[in-house]
C-alpha cells in the first residue's frame, strides 16, 4: 500500500522500456526516495566510473508518501553519481511531477546507457516510449521544451528536463519540473544531458491508496492543523525562505564576496523586505505572489516581476511575465556572495537558471571565485571578455546567460569552482566542499553548519542537518557533533518519505511516523524511521568511500579554517572543524579514516567494505 510495486528500467542504448517489480527488502530497509534509490544505485552504479559515462544510472524516484493527500506529498528525487563533485549525488524537488509519476503507476525509474541521438520519455500511465527529441525540444530551453511537450501531449501532463544548460554538460545543471521548481544540486542535469534525455513527459491518473485510509484521512488532517498553527510555518508562507537574509545578514553568518567577509553591508537590498517594497513612488514591488507544490499548505515559493525598465530587459532575453522568483540561497549566492545589491539583476539571473536548468548556489558561487581571481589579476579581461568585479549586476547577468549556453568565459565557470580555481593555480579560492560550492551560511559563524558541510556526502549542503537553532545561539563547538549527526539521519528518512523538509515547521518524526503507519504496510515508529535515517547516511558514506572519497575529503577550504571571520556576533572565529570531526566520526562508529566499523555495517545490515 502506498507503493505501485512497479519500477520503469529504461536502456537508452538500445531503447526499450520494461517493467519489474519494485524490490521490497530495500524498500522496508531504506524507506523511499533518496534512500530506496540509493540502495538500486549502491548495487548498480560502479562508484569510479565517469559520471558523465553511459555507465551511471540516473533514477527518478518517488516516496512512499508522494501522491498521497499527506501535506507536501509531491516530492521525487533524482540519485546519481554527481557531475560536480564525483560523488552520490540525490537532488530532490517539488511541483506536480512526482505525483504525476507516481499517478502513472511508477515507483521509479531507473535510465541507464545513452541514447544515440536525443531522446525524451513518454509515460501515458503505464505505457513507456522512447521518442525523438532531435527537431523537436532538443536546443531549447527547459520553459520552451516543457510548453512544446504540453502543446503536443496535453496539458494535463507534467514534465522534468533539462535545459541548454544539461545539454552543454554544465557541471551544475539541473533538472527542473512544472517550470521553476529545481532538482537542483550536484549536476544531475549535466548526468541527464550526457544520455542525451532531455526530458520525461508524464500522464498520470491512477490514485495511489493508502493501507488504512480513515486513519491516514485523521493523521492529515491533524498535521494540516499541526501546520496552520506554526509560527515558522506563517513565515514561510509570507515571507519564503528568503526570510533567512534578515537574519543571517544581522548575524554575520552571511557568506560575502567569496567568503572575504560573513556580512554583506547592503543585504537588506535583497532581503524579503526589499521583495515587498515597491521601488519607487507608484512601482509595483517584486514579488508579486506565493505558490506551492502539490498537496502543500506552506506555499514557501515565491512569484515575482522584474521592473520593466531595469537594464536586465533593454537587451538581449526579457522576462516579462511574473516568473519564480528569489529564495533565500539563490538571492545570498546570486547577490551577497559576488556583492551584487541590485534586486531585479538577482531575479534575472535567477529567472535564466530556472529556464535554463541550472544550480543558481553553484552558479553564483562560482562566479564569486572568478571576481576574486579577476580582482587579484590571476585572469584578465581577455580572458572574461568583460570587466568582472565584485558587485557588478552587468557580469552578473552576462555571465549567467554565457554559462548556461557554455559560451565565451561562461564555458570556463560551467566547470564549477573547484575546476576553475585548480586550473588557475589558486584551489584554496574554491568555496566548495567535494567539489560542491557553498549554500548560504558561513562555517566560521555557524560552527555545526561547517561540520554538516564537511561530512554532507554529497558536498557542501544545508540540507543534510539542521543545526541552525544551536548556531544561532551558541558557537561552542562542542556541542554540535551530536546535533550534526542526529539531524543528519532525522533528514535522511524524511528525504526518503516523499513529503518536503519544510514539514518540520510543524511536525516532528513521531508525527511523521504516524503518517507512515497509517499510509504503508509495516509498523512504522520513529526509531524505525531513524534507524533508516542512519542506514541510508551509511550507505551513501560507504558508495563514496569505493568511489575514492576518504577521511582526507571531510573538510573546508583553507579560509574557513585559518581566516578568522573578520565581523559579525561571531568576529575572530574559525571553524573549529578537527575536534568537532574526531568526536562526530566516534558519534557515527567510524573509524579515524572515517571509514564505517563492522559492528556498524552489522547492525544496519549492510554489506562489509570490500577494500
Ligand atoms: S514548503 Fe515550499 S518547497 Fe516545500 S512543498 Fe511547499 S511550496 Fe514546495
Given at each position: 500500500?502506498s ?7 529504461v ?29 538500486y ?21 518517488t ?27 540525490c537532488?530532490n524537488s517539488g ?29 501515458d ?5 522512447l ?25 494535463d501532463?507534467?514534465v522534468a528536463g533539462?535545459?541548454r ?21 550536484s549536476g ?12 520525461i ?20 488532517m491533524?498535521?494540516?492543523?499541526l ?19 534578515s537574519?543571517t545578514g ?8 567569496n ?9 537588506e ?39 520593466p525598465d ?7 532575453k ?5 516568473q519564480?522568483g ?21 531575479t ?6 530556472n ?10 558561487v562560482?562566479?564569486?571565485a ?11 579581461e ?14 552578473l ?18 566547470k ?8 588557475h ?11 560542491q560550492?557553498?549554500?548560504g551560511?558561513?562555517p566560521r559563524a ?11 556526502p ?9 543545526p ?9 563547538p ?10 543528519q539521519?532525522?533528514n ?10 519544510f514539514t518540520?515547521?510543524g511536525?516532528?518524526l ?9 499510509a ?23 558508495f ?16 574557513s ?10 568576529r575572530g ?15 557515527r ?12 555495517l ?10
Amino acid at each position: 500500500m502506498s507503493w505501485q510495486g512497479k519500477i520503469l528500467r529504461v536502456d537508452l542504448t538500445s531503447r526499450t522500456c520494461v517493467a519489474e517489480p519494485l524490490n521490497k527488502d530495500w524498500r522496508d530497509a531504506c524507506i523511499g526516495l533518496r534512500g530506496l534509490a540509493s540502495r538500486y544505485l549502491f548495487a548498480e552504479c560502479d562508484p569510479r566510473a565517469d559520471p558523465l559515462s553511459p555507465d551511471v544510472p540516473l533514477i527518478f524516484a518517488t516516496g512512499p508518501l508522494t501522491g498521497t493527500s499527506a501535506a507536501t506529498g509531491g516530492r521525487y528525487a533524482v540519485i546519481t553519481k554527481g557531475a560536480l563533485t564525483g560523488a552520490i549525488a540525490c537532488s530532490n524537488s517539488g511541483g506536480y511531477f512526482g505525483a504525476a509519476l507516481k499517478f502513472a503507476g511508477w515507483d521509479m525509474i531507473i535510465f541507464t546507457g545513452r541514447a544515440e541521438s536525443p531522446v525524451y520519455l513518454w509515460l501515458d500511465n503505464d505505457r513507456a516510449e522512447l521518442r525523438p527529441a532531435e527537431d523537436f525540444i532538443w536546443g531549447k530551453s527547459f520553459w520552451e521544451a516543457e510548453e512544446a511537450l504540453k502543446e503536443r501531449h496535453g496539458h494535463d501532463v507534467k514534465v522534468a528536463g533539462i535545459g541548454r544548460a544539461g545539454e552543454n554538460r554544465v557541471r551544475f545543471a539541473a533538472i527542473m519540473n512544472d517550470r521553476d521548481r529545481a532538482a537542483g544540486r550536484s549536476g544531475v542535469g549535466a548526468v541527464m544531458g550526457a544520455k542525451a534525455l532531455k526530458a520525461i513527459a508524464v500522464r498520470g491518473q491512477r490514485g495511489v491508496s493508502v493501507k488504512d485510509p480513515a486513519r491516514f484521512a485523521e493523521v492529515v488532517m491533524e498535521g494540516h492543523a499541526l501546520l496552520a498553527a506554526s509560527a515558522s510555518r506563517h513565515s514561510l508562507t509570507t515571507y519564503g525562505t528568503i526570510a533567512m537574509m534578515s537574519k543571517t545578514g544581522a548575524f554575520g553568518a552571511l557568506p560575502t564576496r567569496n567568503c572575504r567577509d560573513v556580512t554583506f553591508e547592503k543585504y537588506e537590498d535583497i532581503s524579503e523586505q526589499a521583495m515587498r517594497t515597491p521601488p519607487a513612488p507608484g512601482r509595483r514591488p517584486n514579488l508579486v505572489t506565493n505558490k506551492a507544490c502539490f498537496a502543500c499548505t506552506i506555499g514557501c515559493g515565491r512569484v515575482a516581476r522584474i521592473q520593466p525598465d531595469h537594464f536586465t530587459a533593454r537587451k538581449g532575453k526579457r522576462y516579462t511575465l511574473p516568473q519564480g522568483g528569489l529564495e533565500y540561497e539563490s538571492a545570498y549566492a546570486l547577490g551577497a556572495m559576488v556583492g551584487v545589491a541590485d534586486l531585479d539583476a538577482c531575479t534575472y539571473a535567477n529567472m535564466v537558471c530556472n529556464e535554463e536548468g541550472m544550480d543558481p548556489i553553484s552558479f553564483g558561487v562560482t562566479l564569486a571565485a572568478a571576481m576574486e581571481l579577476y580582482e587579484l589579476g590571476v585572469i584578465s579581461e581577455s580572458e572574461t571578455g568583460m570587466p568582472l568585479p565584485f558587485g557588478s549586476p552587468q557580469a552578473l547577468v552576462e555571465m549567467v546567460a554565457q554559462t548556461a549556453r557554455a559560451e565565451g568565459f561562461g564555458a570556463e565557470l560551467a566547470k564549477g569552482s573547484r575546476r576553475l580555481c585548480a586550473q588557475h593555480g589558486r584551489p584554496e579560492l574554491s568555496m566548495s566542499v567535494k567539489g560542491q560550492e557553498f549554500p548560504g551560511y558561513d562555517p566560521r559563524a555557524m560552527q555545526g553548519m561547517g561540520l554538516a558541510y564537511a561530512t554532507s556526502p554529497r558536498g557542501a549542503c544545508h540540507l543534510r542537518a539542521d543545526p541552525y537553532q544551536s548556531d544561532f545561539t551558541t558557537a561552542d563547538p562542542a556541542v554540535k557533533p551530536p546535533i550534526v549527526k542526529d539531524t543528519q539521519d532525522e533528514n535522511a528518512a524524511i528525504d526518503s518519505l516523499g513529503i518536503c523538509a519544510f514539514t518540520t515547521a510543524g511536525w516532528d518524526l513521531d508525527f511523521m511516523a504516524r503518517l507512515m503507519d497509517a499510509a504503508c504496510e509495516g509498523n512504522w515508529t520513529k526509531e524505525r524511521l531513524l534507524k533508516a535515517g542512519e542506514r541510508i547516511w551509511t550507505l551513501e558514506r560507504l558508495f563514496n568511500l569505493a568511489a575514492g572519497f576518504a577521511g582526507r575529503d571531510d573538510t573546508l577550504p583553507p579560509r574557513s579554517l585559518n581566516e578568522p571571520a573578520p565581523s559579525g556576533v561571531n568576529r575572530g572565529e574559525v571553524c573549529h572543524l578537527q575536534a568537532m570531526l574526531e568526536a562526530y566520526y566516534r558519534l557515527r562508529q567510524w573509524d579515524d579514516q572515517g571509514r564505517p566499523e563492522p559492528a556498524l555495517l552489522e547492525r544496519l545490515g549492510l554489506p562489509a567494505l570490500t577494500e
